[in-house]
């Protein structure tokens, strides 16, 4: 169901950039991390330009294993924590293992 209803948003948007906030996926994640990792991906197959903001529990992702959240994590263009009233972004990069140790 909700892989239609993102299709039909991106179709209806005739390309014009979008702004969405996904609150489905919080309530997704909560019961199947796997489920919601599957919508990231059909939107990420269907993309429409503008901005989509994914919320998620921390709770929600402490759950998942690691490889999980750094999928998640790669699969979006910016992350963003909050933390009380301040906001903190999240860069996460592919390191070398060779090149942490010559460095």
Known sequence: YCNK???NIVKSSE???LC???????????NSFSHAM???KTYD?????GLMFCPYKANDLIKSDITNMIELFLMHDRIFV??????????????????IFLN
């Open 82 to 99: 909050l933390k009380n009233d301040e906001i903190y972004k999240l860069h996460i990069t592919k390191e070398s293992i060779h090149k």
């Open 5 to 7: 209803v993102i299709q």
């Open 38 to 40: 599957e919508l990231e």
């Open 20 to 30: 969405c906030v996904d609150f489905v996926i919080t309530d997704v994640a909560e």
């Open 15 to 17: 390309k014009r950039p």
């Open 45 to 49: 197959n269907t993309r429409a330009p």
